[in-house]
C-alpha cells in the first residue's frame, strides 16, 4: 500500500451563472490535492454541451488539473460528435469519458441516433481514429440496468476495451464484495486495464435511494440504518458520511485499490475531508508531514 492513493473528481455543469461562480471555489480547493484528472459530465441528450464545453476548456487554461470531458452517443450525429472532439483536441485536451449516455428526458429508452455512435464501444473506435486520445468509460459492478445480464454487461465492457479505452471507472457502490467480485470476473475475461471505483459520499441518504432505483445501484439495508434520522441533521449526516466513505475506501486499499474517483455533486468540503483522512494532501502539506515540521 502506498502512502496516499491516488484520486480524481467530478463535476457536473451547474445550470446558472451564480452556482458556476461556486463551482469554481470547488475546484479550486479541490486542485491542491493535485487529482491526476477531473471529469465534467455530459447531460442526457447533449443538453450541457455548451456548458460542458466551456467548463472544461476553462479548467484546462486556468488550472494545474486535466479535464477529462464527458461525451455521449445521444442526440448527435457521428460528424458533429468527431466535429466536437477535434475541437478538444486542437484545444489541448487530451482526456475524454466516452460513454453511451441516458435516453433524453421524458424517453424511456436508449435509441441510438439514426447517423451518430450506436453505443460506447463504438464511440471509443471513432475517437482512436481521430486522435490518441486519454479515454475512460464506464463500468457497472452490478450491472446496467439495461443489460440482459451481468455477463453481457461484461462483454460489453470488454469490447470497450479492446477498442482502445485506457481504463474503466465505476457507477458508486457501497457493498465493496460487488466491487470485488466484478473486478475479480472482469480480470477472468483478460481485462487488465484499471478499473477504478467511483465514490460517492452521501450528502442526502432519501436522495441517494431515489437515484439508486433509477441506476441499479443497490444500498445495503446496514447504510439505511446508519443514516436513519439525520436528515433534517446535516452536520451529523456529513461527518457520518466522511467516515462511511473513509472505512469504504481504506477497506478497498487492502484489496490493493490505489485509486479512487470521486463523484463531488459539486460540493468540496466533504469530498476533501475524505481524501485529507486517506492522506491526500496538498503538496506543501505532504512535504511538511514528510520532514517532520507538521
Not at 455530459?42 to 470531458?69: F, K, L, M, N, Q
Not at 486495464?193 to 467511483?198: D, L, T
Not at 446508519?226 to 441533521?233: I, K, N, R, V
Request: include cysteine; charge should be negative.
Amino acid at each position: 500500500m502506498t502512502s496516499s492513493p491516488r484520486v480524481s473528481f467530478e463535476f457536473f455543469p451547474p445550470h446558472d451563472e451564480a452556482a458556476e461562480e461556486k463551482l469554481w471555489d470547488v475546484i479550486r480547493s479541490l486542485e491542491s490535492l493535485q487529482p491526476g484528472f477531473v471529469s465534467v459530465t455530459y447531460g442526457a441528450g447533449g443538453s450541457t454541451r455548451s456548458r460542458t464545453d466551456r467548463i472544461v476548456r476553462r479548467i484546462h487554461e486556468e488550472t494545474g488539473v486535466s479535464p477529462a470531458a464527458h461525451l455521449t452517443c445521444v442526440g448527435a450525429t457521428q460528424a458533429e460528435t468527431d466535429a466536437l472532439a477535434r475541437e478538444w483536441w486542437d484545444a489541448g485536451i487530451r482526456q475524454i469519458v466516452a460513454l453511451r449516455g441516458d435516453p433524453p428526458k421524458g424517453e424511456a429508452c436508449y435509441t441510438p441516433h439514426p447517423d451518430g455512435y450506436e453505443n460506447a464501444a463504438a464511440l471509443v473506435t471513432g475517437l482512436r481514429r481521430i486522435a490518441d486520445f486519454d479515454i475512460s468509460v464506464a463500468a457497472y459492478p452490478e450491472c446496467h440496468p439495461d443489460s440482459a445480464s451481468v455477463a453481457a454487461d461484461l462483454e460489453n465492457l470488454k469490447r470497450k476495451l479492446d477498442n482502445g479505452a485506457n481504463r474503466a471507472i465505476t457507477q458508486y457502490f457501497f457493498d465493496n464484495v460487488q466491487f470485488l467480485r466484478f473486478r475479480d470476473a472482469a480480470a477472468a475475461m483478460g481485462i487488465a486495464v484499471p478499473i477504478i471505483p467511483g465514490i460517492l459520499p452521501v450528502t442526502n441518504f432519501a436522495r441517494v435511494v431515489e437515484f439508486s432505483e433509477r441506476c441499479g445501484a443497490s444500498v445495503p439495508d446496514s447504510m439505511a440504518e446508519l443514516f436513519e434520522g439525520l436528515d433534517a441533521d446535516p452536520e451529523t449526516r456529513q461527518l457520518v458520511a466522511g467516515a462511511t466513505a473513509v472505512k469504504q475506501c481504506e477497506e478497498l486499499r487492502r484489496e490493493g485499490v490505489e485509486d479512487f474517483h470521486f463523484y463531488t455533486l459539486n460540493r468540496a468540503a466533504l469530498t476533501k475531508a475524505i481524501c485529507w483522512d486517506l492522506g491526500v494532501r496538498p503538496a506543501q502539506s505532504q512535504a511538511r508531514t514528510a520532514d517532520g515540521r507538521a
